[in-house]
């Protein structure tokens, strides 16, 4: 199945595997939304880590290990590793602030989509909370995001990730996310830069990568644009 691209050389369609819905549609006439991940795309830090540096009573980095190594899934590494974690949420928001660097020119990157009309729309598997703070702390707290539910317990944090159908899911919460948006007729442009972002990465239109994403796209063969900051995008976006 040929699935019109964005009119861009830089970075033809890679593989697909789901069906697209409006597939003979013109690019002009598709809506376009562009899926993004947050740690260590929209920061330069991975604010979990930093707050699992703090506060996790354990070794919560043997479990990073074992994610890496592909033998527990990135949902039971969240889950298991703020399980550790005691402490309260203010306390937890108090060690981040001014702490998470924000990559250059995201402000620019969020003009321009909506300048262009495109939907953006963040899904990480980072926890809610605190990316919905940092959004905050730098006046952009009205993008939608969909992350891991954070509930604080004296006991530990529990973290749960919920499917746009309501369903509890142990992983695979940005591929279910590019589906929806798939079947709902829209154009993705994906961007991201970790080994979770590569599975959904494949179903989308567009890939602009940076770190193990962009490694993955580099030995596999698999077309995308790398960038170091935001203005990389938007370049690159402009030429549509
Ligand atoms: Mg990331």
């Known amino acids: 199945m040929l699935v019109p691209n964005l009119g861009l050389s ?14 003979n549609l013109s690019s002009q006439s598709m809506k376009t939304l562009a899926q993004c991940d ?3 795309t929209i920061t330069e830090d991975d604010a979990s880590f930093i707050l699992l540096d703090i506060f996790a009573r ?5 479990l990073l290990r074992d994610y890496k190594e592909r033998r527990i899934s990135v949902g039971q590494f969240n889950t298991r590793a703020f399980a550790l974690v005691k402490a309260d949420k203010p306390a937890m928001l108090e060690a981040i602030k001014g ?4 990559r250059p020119d995201f402000h620019e990157l969020v003009a321009y989509f909506s300048s262009r009309g495109f939907r953006l729309v963040i899904v990480s598997n980072g926890l809610d909370f605190y990316i919905k703070a940092i959004l905050k702390e730098i006046g952009l707290e009205n993008i939608e995001v969909h992350a891991a539910q954070t509930q604080f317990h004296p006991e530990g944090i529990k973290v749960q990730y919920i499917g746009p159908d309501g369903k509890q899911l142990d992983d695979g919460l940005k591929q279910a996310y590019i589906k929806l948006f798939l079947r709902q007729g829209y154009r993705v442009i994906y961007i ?7 599975a959904p990465a494949k179903y989308a239109h567009q890939v602009f990568a940076r770190g193990e994403l962009l490694a993955y796209c580099k030995k596999n063969n698999l077309e995308c644009k790398p960038f170091e900051d935001f203005n990389d995008v938007v370049r690159a976006l402009e030429v549509l």
């Open 192 to 198: 991201g830069n970790g080994d979770s972002d590569i």
């Open 38 to 40: 947050f740690d260590g």
């Open 58 to 62: 354990g070794d919560w980095r043997r």
């Open 10 to 23: 830089i970075c033809k369609p890679i593989f697909f595997t789901f069906p697209v819905k409006d597939a």
């Open 99 to 102: 702490r998470v660097k924000i």
